[in-house]
C-alpha cells in the first residue's frame, strides 16, 4: 500500500471535498505518514488500474467512551477516509470497501469499530447503514464542522447495546 500513497492523495484531495468533510492538508499529510508507515492500513477499489475509490482504517484508542461496559480499556477499530471517485459513486463501492474495512479490523480482534461524519452527510450515513454501522451520539464539533448544523455524528459498527 505505501507505493500507492500518491494515488490515495490525489484521489483523497480531488474527489473527497465536499462541504460535509474535513480534510486540512497537516492532518491529511499525518493520516498518508500513518498509511506510509503501516500503522493505518487502506482498501481500495480499481478500475483500468486506477484507485477509484479508497477506504482507511486503524486500531484506535480514541473512542473509549462509547465503548460497551467492561470494554472501555479494549482498543477499537477506527475508520478514517471513505472516498469515492465522482465518476463511480453511486454503485456501493463505498460500501462494499467499507464492509472489507470492517472485515479487516475484525481480523485483526477489534470488536468495536467507529466511524465519524458530518451530521448532515445523508450520502455517508446512508452508506454506513448499508454497511452495518448505527449513529450512537452527534456532538457540537464548530472546529472540524464549519457547515450546516456544524455536528459530528458517530457510528459503532459491533455489538449494540
Same mark, same amino acid.
Given at each position: +500500500?505505501?507505493?500507492?500513497?500518491?494515488?490515495? #492523495? *490525489?484521489?483523497?484531495?480531488?474527489?473527497?471535498?465536499?462541504?460535509?468533510?474535513?480534510?486540512?492538508? @497537516?492532518?491529511?499529510? *499525518?493520516? #498518508? =505518514? *500513518?498509511?506510509?508507515? &503501516?500503522?493505518?492500513?487502506?482498501?481500495?477499489? #480499481?478500475?483500468? &488500474?486506477?484507485?477509484?475509490?479508497?477506504?482507511?482504517?486503524?486500531?484506535?484508542?480514541?473512542?473509549?467512551?462509547?465503548?460497551? =461496559?467492561? $470494554?472501555?480499556?479494549?482498543?477499537?477499530?477506527?475508520?478514517? !477516509?471513505?472516498?469515492?471517485?465522482?465518476?463511480?459513486?453511486?454503485?456501493?463501492?463505498?460500501?462494499? #470497501?467499507?464492509?472489507?474495512?470492517? *472485515?479487516?479490523?475484525?481480523? +485483526? &480482534?477489534?470488536?468495536?469499530?467507529? @466511524? !465519524?461524519?458530518?451530521?448532515?452527510? !445523508?450520502? =455517508?450515513? &446512508? +452508506? +454506513?447503514?448499508?454497511?452495518?454501522?448505527?449513529?450512537?451520539?452527534?456532538?457540537?464539533?464548530?472546529?472540524? $464542522?464549519?457547515?450546516? =448544523?456544524? $455536528?459530528?455524528? @458517530?457510528? $459503532?459498527?459491533?455489538?449494540?447495546?
Amino acid at each position: +500500500m505505501p507505493e500507492q500513497i500518491g494515488e490515495i #492523495l *490525489a484521489l483523497i484531495r480531488e474527489h473527497g471535498p465536499n462541504p460535509w468533510n474535513f480534510l486540512p492538508d @497537516v492532518e491529511l499529510a *499525518a493520516h #498518508l =505518514s *500513518a498509511i506510509r508507515r &503501516g500503522r493505518t492500513q487502506a482498501v481500495v477499489a #480499481l478500475h483500468d &488500474g486506477e484507485i477509484v475509490a479508497v477506504v482507511t482504517f486503524e486500531p484506535s484508542d480514541a473512542f473509549h467512551r462509547y465503548q460497551p =461496559s467492561g $470494554r472501555e480499556i479494549e482498543w477499537q477499530g477506527h475508520v478514517g !477516509e471513505v472516498v469515492v471517485h465522482r465518476e463511480h459513486r453511486g454503485q456501493g463501492l463505498g460500501t462494499r #470497501l467499507l464492509k472489507a474495512a470492517v *472485515a479487516r479490523l475484525l481480523q +485483526m &480482534g477489534l470488536i468495536e469499530i467507529y @466511524v !465519524e461524519r458530518h451530521e448532515e452527510n !445523508e450520502g =455517508s450515513a &446512508g +452508506m +454506513m447503514r448499508k454497511a452495518g454501522f448505527l449513529v450512537i451520539d452527534v456532538f457540537d464539533d464548530p472546529r472540524r $464542522r464549519d457547515v450546516g =448544523s456544524r $455536528r459530528t455524528a @458517530v457510528s $459503532r459498527y459491533g455489538p449494540h447495546p
